[in-house]
């Protein structure tokens, strides 16, 4: 089965670096994906991971940590449009096809 | 690409009316999903397609709700007849595959706003 665990709520000033945390259970590994929603939006990709290790993307970082069964996605230099919810998701396979499950998501919010 | 497109974005109806959702991908992404998504639940995987054969539909809530993909281009889901409890935000997504690569990276829709009264 799946078991995905992020915090609730993060609150954050501008300019600063905040770090949201993600650590799930799976039968197999096929990978990570860290999306970004905004309020009354839709889920949109800002990252996959299959590999251990940090995976840079101008200010958002991704990092992974198999063996651990966790991952962390870092954002640098908050802007207040970074408030927003932010969704783990790994793939599940059943019956021959992988599946997105997703964590329940974490809510940013960026003060000035 | 104009990414993936639903309508209505907002439906308002009747306890008891039925609802039809739609829902168009982008060209080319073999694999269509269902999500609804709540502030209770989350998001939740409904039903998904592939090559406009539905694959895995255990996530669909009850016989009220239906889903087809008559084409690569089109696809509904429709609920009949609709509560106030699936009141939701409903969206549409596509994937190239669900290889367990980057490429399964899902592309969603705008959504549309389910308000059943």
């Given at each position: 089965g799946q078991n995905i665990d992020q915090p609730t709520e993060m609150t954050a000033t501008e300019g600063a670096i905040v770090q949201i945390n993600c650590t799930y259970q799976t039968s197999g590994f096929n990978g990570l994906f860290w999306y970004q929603q905004h309020a009354g939006e839709a889920p949109t990709f800002l990252s996959y991971n299959v590999l251990d290790g940090l995976e840079e993307k101008g200010r958002f970082s991704s990092f992974l940590s198999r063996s651990k069964g966790y991952s962390y996605l870092l954002l640098k230099e908050?802007?207040?449009?970074?408030s927003a919810s932010y969704l783990c998701a790994v793939p599940l396979f059943s019956g021959g096809y992988n599946k997105l499950i997703f964590g329940a998501g974490t809510r940013l919010a960026v003060h000035p | 690409d104009a990414g993936v497109i639903q309508s209505p974005r907002h439906e308002v109806t009747e306890m008891g009316q039925e609802v039809t959702l739609r829902c168009k991908p982008i060209s080319g992404h073999d694999y269509l999903f269902w999500y609804r998504q709540t502030m209770m639940r989350g998001l939740e995987l409904l039903i998904y397609f592939n090559n406009n054969v539905p694959?895995?539909?255990?996530?669909?809530?009850?016989?009220?709700f239906s889903a087809k993909m008559p084409n690569a281009s089109f696809s509904t889901l429709k609920i009949q007849?609709?509560?106030?409890?699936?009141s939701a935000v409903y969206f549409c997504a596509s994937s190239?595959?669900?290889?367990?690569?980057?490429?399964?990276t899902q592309y969603f829709g705008p959504g549309t706003r389910l308000t059943v009264l």
């Open positions: 908050l802007q207040m449009k970074d | 694959i895995d539909d255990s996530g669909m809530p009850e016989d009220r007849p609709s509560e106030p409890r699936d190239l595959d669900v290889a367990g690569t980057s490429t399964d």
